[in-house]
């Protein structure tokens, strides 16, 4: 059982009422649901025909939570473990966005609306996921490697490092740090750092972040704003003061009725509250606002051929390569790919937006970008592990190698693994359930395992129970 601050019962008793608020406070005493919510391009398909996420067709709620470490297939990247009430993003991007876009998640880390975005906007968007903390941010970029789609760049930036880029984006998310209320039954920490006086820090703070993101957003363009807590002054107050000040059309979202939705507790704009007493998931709050239409814009054109010019010099001078250097067979669709090619690594990059990735990288920290090919060994070019987790790996290309599910929790481990006699030497892509999982070093007498040491299973515990995972 949980004990909620005093002043937070107080506020919220007086905020809701008092039969609501008994609702809300005896659902604050229960176990939260399991959600997970499946990758529409690789194999998820033992998930369908259960509890499914009403706003979410392909996410679906889970009876009890099982040990998501000891599933390969979770490894892989075939599903997201996801708070159900975050993924309503989908159905703004559903509804509002039906063209390629440029599309920017500011606070994106760990990484659950970022890939959902990746699966519902068009493929020939371009989609930056940015984290500020560079501990988050490389958890961010595991999720995003493992959900296996090119068009996708990570970057590990502060707000005012993206200023250069002067109405660039068509999309922007910002999922703000708050206090976190809506996480009270998952966090016992949340519980004990919560006050009125952080509350109050958390909503300076948080618009300070939109006073700095804003001007990114192109005139016409949308911008999605989100908390996962309760009060007004993080979520109506902010909307309104996005309104107010910057003239933002706040838009609505097509709901129904049965999916629980709250509207807002203050003010007459559409907003949709998630409550734990009234929708099964955790709390939460997003608002879709459009900027207007009317003021000047900056072309991206302009941006883009500034940053070419200044990056014609590098090239010229050899520190940027762009030829496939016998790449081209590693992944399917080479045609509609650039390849870029270092002392160090290589990796492919939609070619539709090559020249938006020059002018990402001239003054953004970019952690991943595009499907990364090789890095070298010596004299030896060793594959990336997010081209094995890539959906666009060219399979024919390698030789493969099916494991068993103890001998993948055991590569996971990055433990060594034996392979039956007469594979070839060399580098070999481990398939688990006809999916991919990393690669392996057959070198004759043993194999040398090359599945990211950072992203290992460090738990020594071994399930009794793997068969939900089959």
């Not at 933002?248 to 007459?268: D, F, R």
């Not at 290589?346 to 003054?363: G, Q």
Request: proline share 5%.
């Amino acid at each position: 059982m949980i004990t909620l601050p005093d002043e937070f019962i107080v506020r919220n008793r007086r905020l809701l009422g008092e039969k609501e608020y008994n609702l809300f406070e005896a659902a604050l005493q229960k176990t939260p649901p399991v959600s997970i919510r499946v990758n529409k391009r690789k194999n998820g398909s033992r998930f369908f025909g259960q509890n499914i996420v009403p706003w979410e067709e392909n996410a679906f709620y889970l009876e009890e939570r099982p040990s998501f470490t000891f599933d390969p297939l979770f490894h892989a990247g075939t599903y997201y473990v996801q708070e159900a009430s975050s993924m309503f993003l989908g159905q703004i991007l559903e509804q509002y966005v039906k063209k390629p876009v440029r599309y920017l998640d500011l606070c994106a880390a760990p990484g659950g609306k970022s890939t959902q975005a990746i699966d519902i906007l068009s493929k020939d968007s371009l989609i930056i996921c940015n984290e500020i903390l560079r501990s988050r941010a490389n958890i961010l970029t595991e999720n995003v490697i493992k959900w296996g789609q090119p068009n996708c760049i990570v970057t590990n930036n502060n707000v005012s490092d993206f200023s250069y880029l002067h109405h660039y984006f068509d999309v922007i998310l910002t999922d703000v740090p708050c206090s976190g209320e809506g996480m009270f039954r998952k966090d016992n920490g949340a519980i004990t750092e919560w006050s009125l006086a952080n509350v109050n820090r958390c909503s300076s703070r948080q618009k300070e972040i939109l006073s700095s993101t804003w001007d990114l957003l192109r005139p016409g363009g949308l911008f999605i704003y989100s908390t996962c807590t309760y009060n007004t002054e993080e979520n109506e107050d902010t909307i309104i003061w996005l309104h107010e000040n910057y003239g933002a059309e706040v838009l609505p979202v097509i709901t129904k009725q049965s999916w629980g939705i709250k509207p807002a507790l203050k003010g007459n704009f559409p907003v949709y509250r998630f409550m734990p007493h009234a929708t099964k998931g955790e709390g939460f709050f997003i608002a879709v606002l459009q900027k207007p239409d009317s003021e000047s814009c900056t072309h991206r054109e302009t941006l883009i051929s500034a940053a070419l010019k200044k990056n014609k010099k590098k090239k010229n001078n050899g520190q940027r390569q762009t030829s496939d250097n016998g790449l081209y067979h590693y992944i399917s669709e080479a045609d509609n790919f650039v390849f870029e090619n270092n002392e160090e690594r290589s990796f492919a990059f939609p070619k539709v937006y090559a020249n938006d990735l020059i002018l990402l990288s001239d003054r953004l920290n970019l952690l991943h970008a595009g499907i990364p090919l090789t890095v070298s060994k010596g004299k030896d070019k060793v594959p990336e592990h997010a081209l094995a987790l890539s959906s666009y790996i060219n399979r024919k290309n390698f030789p493969t190698v099916e494991i068993d599910i103890s001998t993948a929790i055991s590569y996971l481990r990055r433990e060594t693994i034996t392979i039956p006699e007469g594979y070839p030497k060399g580098y070999l892509l481990v398939i688990f359930k006809d999916t991919p999982l990393g690669w392996i070093k057959n070198i004759g007498n043993r194999t040398n395992n090359l599945y990211p040491q950072e992203w290992r299973i460090r738990s020594s515990h071994s399930p009794e129970n793997t068969e939900h995972f089959l």
